[in-house]
């Protein structure tokens, strides 16, 4: 009795599939499962969006030379209960970064839970408490890694589309990001976003 081999093509393709799946149904769930802010699109251009947000509570700790590691770190100590009651918060999504040159900051969204119960003062002063008012923001979706040409770039390409759109920005840019490190790069969310005026001004 002749046994023909298996193609080898057609093994790798009967593994690759269901692992793909598990990928994407393991990114899905894990983003939908996480809070974000709700916001107004106002006007949409291909990547390009103008979008209304309300006042968002942010716990805010300034960024080290170490890149995202030292500020991260501080603040999910806040979020596990590193604060006056020892409350754990959920955490939200996206981690916003202040693209300032100097004193960049990284801020997490209390969620609406902490919000309605009342968010914990924070011990020690590496993270404080803040607002971040309503407003109007023009904003850049963008993919890749959390890289200073990424964000330059996406910085470079959304001042570009407020110039053709005769529109100015005011203050610093902000970046938004979604997906922890381990999402695999090609299915990252990532933002810029620049305050173009007041929330439905």
Same mark, same amino acid.
């Given at each position: !009795?002749?046994l023909?081999k *298996? ?6 393709l009967?593994? =690759?599939?269901p692992?793909?799946l598990? %990928? $994407?149904w393991l990114v899905? #769930?894990?983003?939908a499962?996480?809070e974000?802010?709700e916001?107004k699109? @106002?006007?949409?251009d291909?990547k390009?969006? %103008?979008?209304?947000y309300?006042a968002? #509570?942010i716990?805010t700790?300034? !960024?080290?030379d170490?890149?995202?590691?030292g500020?991260?770190?501080?603040l999910?100590?806040? %979020?596990?209960?590193? +604060?006056e009651?020892?409350? /754990?918060? &959920? !955490?939200t999504?996206?981690?916003l @970064?202040? =693209?300032a040159k100097?004193? /960049?900051?990284?801020?997490f969204? !209390?969620p609406?839970k902490a919000? &309605? /119960?009342?968010?914990?003062m *924070?011990?020690?002063d590496?993270?404080?408490?803040? /607002?971040m008012?309503a =407003?109007r923001?023009a904003?850049?979706?963008f ?5 200073a &040409?990424?964000?330059?770039a ?6 570009a589309?407020l &110039?053709?759109q005769?529109?100015t920005?005011?203050?610093?840019p ?7 490190p381990w999402?695999?790069? $090609?299915m990252?969310? +990532?933002?810029v976003?620049i305050r %173009?005026?007041n929330?439905?001004?």
């Open positions: !009795m002749h023909m *298996p193609n080898m093509s057609s093994v790798l009967a593994v =690759a599939v692992v793909c598990a %990928i $994407f899905s #769930t894990s983003r499962a996480t974000t802010p916001y699109v @106002i006007r949409a291909e390009f969006e %103008i979008r209304d309300p968002l #509570t716990a700790t300034p !960024m080290n170490d890149g995202m590691n500020g991260f770190r501080q999910f100590r806040f %979020i596990s209960g590193k +604060n009651t020892a409350e /754990k918060i &959920e !955490m999504a996206p981690v @970064i202040s =693209a100097e004193k /960049k900051t990284m801020s969204i !209390m609406r919000l &309605e /119960k009342g968010v914990p *924070p011990t020690g590496s993270v404080v408490l803040g /607002k008012d =407003a923001f904003v850049l979706r993919g890749g890694s959390r890289t &040409e990424n964000e330059k996406a910085v470079a390409k959304l001042t589309w &110039e053709t005769k529109l920005g005011k203050g610093t902000t970046f938004a990001y979604y997906d922890p999402r695999p790069v $090609f990252r969310r +990532n933002e976003m %173009i005026g929330h439905r001004e």
